[in-house]
C-alpha cells in the first residue's frame, strides 16, 4: 500500500548547527517516513551540494551567514530545489516564518512550503 505522506522517501538535507533539528522536529518528520540528512554545518552542506549530491529538498537555519544564504539561495534555486529558511524554537524571532519543531501546525507548514501545488515557492 502506497504511503499517503508527502514525505514519503523523500530526502530532506538540514542545513544548521547540532541542536538546529530537535528530537522531537526529528521525530515528526520520520513519523512521516521523510529520509533526514544531517543537520550539518555551512561549510560541509556547501561542499556537499557542489560535488552534486542531491536532495529533494533542504531545511536551511536563518542565522547562517548572510554569504552562505545567497549562496545557497541561488545554488539551489538554480536547480529547482525546494528549500526554506526556519528556525529553531530556541531562538526568539518576529513572528512569522518557519520553526522547526515537533508541532504538528510547523511541520504541516514546512511540508506545504516545500512540497505544496505552487511549484514556484522556493523559500
Request: with cysteine.
Given at each position: 500500500?502506497?504511503?499517503?505522506?508527502?514525505l514519503?522517501?523523500?530526502t530532506?538535507?538540514?542545513?544548521g548547527?547540532?541542536?538546529?533539528?530537535?528530537?522531537?522536529?526529528?521525530?515528526?518528520?520520520?513519523?512521516?517516513?521523510?529520509?533526514?540528512?544531517?543537520p550539518?554545518?555551512?561549510?560541509?552542506?556547501?561542499?556537499?551540494?557542489?560535488?552534486?549530491?542531491?536532495?529533494d529538498?533542504?531545511?536551511?537555519?536563518?542565522?547562517?551567514?548572510?554569504e552562505?544564504?545567497?549562496?545557497?539561495?541561488?545554488?539551489?534555486e538554480?536547480?529547482?530545489?525546494?528549500?526554506?529558511?526556519?528556525?529553531?524554537e530556541?531562538?526568539?524571532?518576529?513572528?512569522?516564518?518557519?520553526?522547526?519543531?515537533?508541532?504538528?501546525?510547523?511541520?504541516?507548514?514546512?511540508?506545504?512550503?516545500?512540497?505544496?501545488?505552487?511549484?514556484s515557492?522556493?523559500?
Amino acid at each position: 500500500m502506497k504511503s499517503l505522506s508527502p514525505l514519503a522517501g523523500k530526502t530532506i538535507l538540514i542545513i544548521g548547527g547540532a541542536g538546529f533539528l530537535s528530537k522531537d522536529a526529528r521525530a515528526a518528520f520520520v513519523a512521516r517516513q521523510a529520509l533526514l540528512a544531517g543537520p550539518i554545518v555551512v561549510s560541509c552542506a556547501m561542499e556537499c551540494l557542489s560535488k552534486g549530491l542531491m536532495f529533494d529538498a533542504v531545511i536551511i537555519d536563518v542565522t547562517i551567514s548572510d554569504e552562505a544564504m545567497l549562496w545557497m539561495n541561488d545554488w539551489l534555486e538554480t536547480r529547482r530545489i525546494p528549500f526554506i529558511f526556519a528556525h529553531d524554537e530556541r531562538h526568539e524571532t518576529r513572528p512569522g516564518g518557519f520553526v522547526l519543531s515537533g508541532r504538528p501546525s510547523d511541520i504541516e507548514a514546512m511540508i506545504a512550503a516545500l512540497f505544496g501545488r505552487d511549484p514556484s515557492y522556493y523559500h
